[in-house]
């Protein structure tokens, strides 16, 4: 059964930078795309990234873009976002999720289909 | 960017009742539109992939159909379960948006 688990979410102050983990289990890591999405409190999904089965291909969404910067692992089953410059607008709960494979797409399909519980990150001075 | 929007932004339903929930883009996605389901203080569920492909493990009573700009999710006999937020999202091009949310009450 795979399972995911985000960690490194913490309170930081404006401007300071953050590193997520999440750690892959139950699953062949590498032939997974991989995705991060955040929830700020009481409010919807935004997508942030996501990174295919070999890191080949990276996209972030324009809000995070030169800021956030994701990358895995294979051998260590780890999807990471590095965060820099963090603003109050940050705060949210992390999530990571794998993607479905598909014959079509592969290791770069991005249908998220299994979600970690997700990781709290508050920047606040 | 492709912008999603969804209708209505809450509903409120009785068990048993058939719920349609509508999700537009502002351009065509084809059908590379996905549903989630997300229950208070939960992480959210793929329900549908593709449009109209249930993912493993949900049950039938859910449904989708669209293509293009126009698509629906409806849940066929309300479940108790069935109360929580349902999300579209567009996987055509980047960035992946997300509609702004249902929220299906009692």
């Known amino acids: 059964e795979a399972q995911l688990l985000a960690s490194g979410g913490t309170l930081v102050q404006p401007g300071g930078s953050l590193r997520l983990s999440c750690a892959g289990s139950?699953?062949?890591?590498?032939?997974?795309?991989m995705t991060w999405v955040r929830q700020a409190p009481g409010k919807g999904l935004e997508w942030l990234s996501a990174?295919?089965?070999?890191?080949?291909?990276?996209y972030y969404a324009g809000s995070v873009r030169g800021r956030f910067t994701t990358s895995r692992d294979n051998s260590q089953n780890t999807l990471y976002l590095q965060m820099s410059d963090l603003r109050a607008e940050d705060t949210a709960v992390y999530y990571c999720?794998?993607?479905?494979?598909?014959?079509?797409?592969?290791?770069?399909?991005?249908?998220?289909?299994?979600w970690g519980q997700g990781t709290q990150v508050t920047v606040s001075s | 960017d492709i912008q999603m929007s969804q209708s209505p932004s809450s509903l409120s339903a009785s068990l048993g009742d058939r719920v349609i929930i509508s999700c537009r883009a502002s351009?065509?996605?084809?059908?590379?539109l996905n549903w989630y389901q997300q229950r208070p203080g939960q992480a959210p569920k793929l329900l549908i992939y593709d449009s109209s492909t249930l993912q493993s493990g949900v049950p039938s009573r859910f449904s989708g159909s669209g293509s293009g700009t126009d698509f629906t999710l409806t849940i066929t006999g309300l479940q108790r379960e069935d109360f929580a937020i349902y999300f579209c999202q567009q996987v055509t091009g980047t960035p992946f948006t997300f509609g702004p949310g249902t929220r299906v009450d009692l």
């Open positions: 999720a794998k993607s479905l494979r598909l014959p079509r797409c592969g290791a770069e399909c991005y249908q998220a289909d299994f």
């Open positions: 990174i295919s089965g070999t890191s080949r291909s990276v």
């Open positions: 351009q065509s996605v084809t059908t590379y």
């Open positions: 139950g699953f062949i890591f590498s032939n997974y795309a």
